[in-house]
């Protein structure tokens, strides 16, 4: 049964093997990505759509996520990779950033 999936953060790293392991499957896969560039290259590499956008954007995200719904019906899985990575030493983070 072919699976309606939508990825966010879905261009490159884990996103992208998401991407790709759904799309395999034969899988209707749709993501989204802040790089235009590499979002492009991931669609061209697995015949998946890609939306580019910032998930912070909420009218973009509301937009993208309306178009998909409109061509594709419901979504059966939903994957929000999405996230920026922050390197630092462990013992410098400060947690309080995170507990709001």
């Known amino acids: 049964m072919k699976r309606r ?5 879905g261009a490159h790293g884990i996103g992208k093997g998401i991407v ?3 799309a395999r499957q034969g899988d209707e896969v749709v ?8 979002g492009a290259q991931t669609a061209a590499g697995t015949g998946a759509r ?6 912070t954007d ?22 929000n990779n999405a996230g920026i990575s922050m390197r ?11 507990r709001s």
């Open 5 to 9: 999936v939508f990825v966010t953060g």
């Open 88 to 98: 630092a030493m462990f013992k410098d983070l400060d947690l309080s950033v995170i």
């Open 58 to 79: 909420a009218v973009s995200l509301e937009r993208c996520m309306r178009e998909l719904f409109e061509t594709c019906g419901d979504i059966d899985i939903l994957v």
């Open 20 to 22: 790709k392991a759904f």
């Open 31 to 38: 993501f989204c990505d802040l790089d235009p560039v590499l």
């Open 50 to 55: 890609f939306c580019q956008l910032d998930v």
